[in-house]
């Protein structure tokens, strides 16, 4: 039984819908994150919505001693890896900062679960590591690392040092997922994505635009072979991908070595579908304009989910209509994010 578990990042996006699904499910966490991605605020709410307190120890996962620490003061049980940096664009403009945080972090973080005793370990990959599929769905199975930026290495590096580490000791138990793209917001509205500037990715984009932050959306590139020409991505709720976690942590009881579970929905979305599942369920328009391809997208890319459901009995539940209503309440709801009134 895992009673204790510490959550690197668990102050961000993913991080905090997971914690606040671990709290809830019963399980003492503790989150470490040095909030150079996240506000301090998500961690209350969830506080608020679950009536128990996370404990957060604000710090860097590169920190060994402060790892030791903090494995010493508490009874951790396992780790759920979300920390780290996750900007294509800026990991192209400065590579060492992703190789630092991302690969080093991780090796530090291993050595400190090493010494402490804990081998338990569900680390945040990305369907990046797919790189240009050669088919869809993709299954597991499919070549993994022909990655085009160094934000895409830096996840295929952890899932292969992670393998290795597993190969190297038979205590490790390790689950690697791989998410293809989390959008949505947990339905109260309390606790969301946050992404500081201008987004880069497509659903904050559009809430922004509905909010009237942004003026009109940018359609990157039409010309695809897709259905209507523009990108297809599997978009998956943020509060199914949490959950999956926990279905994660519950097959590594049973399971040592390194495991690779895909978590996506199954079904690909265009650009111009999301634009009109957003529209249909706020009742906003989102304008937007057709601009040549951004560098490095693909056509398509979504999961074969097949093998999370037979070997974690997990499955994605909510559907696309609900992933654009919850993300337009949280934005609605907080057209600042963290920063809007609560100073
Ligand atoms: P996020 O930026 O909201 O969360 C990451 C958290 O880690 C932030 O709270 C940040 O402050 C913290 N952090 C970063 N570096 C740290 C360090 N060195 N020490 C301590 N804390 C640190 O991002 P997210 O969307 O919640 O993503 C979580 C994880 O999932 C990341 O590893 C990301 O690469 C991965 N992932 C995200 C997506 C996505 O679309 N959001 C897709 C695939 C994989
Ligand atoms: C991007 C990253 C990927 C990362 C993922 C989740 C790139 C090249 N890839 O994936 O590494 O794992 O985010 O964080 O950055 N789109 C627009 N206009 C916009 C924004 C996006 O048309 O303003 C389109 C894109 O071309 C794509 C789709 O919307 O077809 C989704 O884009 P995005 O949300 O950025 O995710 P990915 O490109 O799949």
Redesign the pocket.
Known sequence: MIKTVLV?????????HTTLALLLAGFNVVV???????SPESLRRVAQLSDREPVFEK????DRALLDKLLAQHPVQAVL??????SVGESVAYPLRYYD??VG?TVTLCQAMAAAGVFTLVF?????VYGDPATVPITEDQPAGHTTNP?GRS?FMVEQLLGDLAASDPRWRVALL?????VGAHESGLIG??PHGIPN?LLPYITQVAVGKLPELAVFGNDYQTIDGTGVRDYIHVVDLAQGHLAALKELLTRTGTHVWNLGTGQGYSVLQVVQAFKAASGQPIPYRTVPRRPGDIAACYADPAKAAAELGWSAKRDLFTMMSDSWRWQKMNPDGYRSGND
């Open positions: 690197t990042g668990g102050a961000g996006y993913i991080g905090s470490l994150d040095n909030l150079c991605n996240a710090g860097d996962i590169r890896h979300f920390a780290g940096l996750k945080n991302n972090g945040s990959s990305s369907a990046t934000y996840k791989r998410y293809f793209n989390p994505e946050d990715n």
